[in-house]
């Protein structure tokens, strides 16, 4: 994404279609982090026998957003052609 130009000054290519918003998507990638390490969190600190029907179902909505994570974690690994510069 970088390059050198004459004055050794990093020029920045801004060619692309979301250069304007590339720096702001950091943003939903903490938060993918935070969403992550949380659910990890409930999933294995709480015991289900001891939760309510509310509190089950988010323990069991939790599981099912890591199996989740866990395909995007997959799927983003291998790449993508859009992705690549």
């Not at 939790?62 to 690994?77: A, E, M, R, W």
Request: aromatic letters at 16%.
């Amino acid at each position: 994404m970088e390059e050198k130009n004459a004055e050794n000054q990093p020029e920045f290519r801004t060619d692309s279609s979301y250069a304007i918003v590339a720096g702001w998507l950091i943003l939903p990638a903490i938060m993918m982090i935070l969403n992550i390490v949380a659910a990890v969190y409930i999933v294995i600190a709480v015991n289900p026998a001891y939760l309510d029907t509310y509190d089950l179902i988010i323990y069991i909505t939790n599981i099912i957003l890591i199996f989740f994570y866990f395909l995007l974690y997959i799927h983003g690994s291998k790449g993508n052609e859009y992705c690549q510069s």
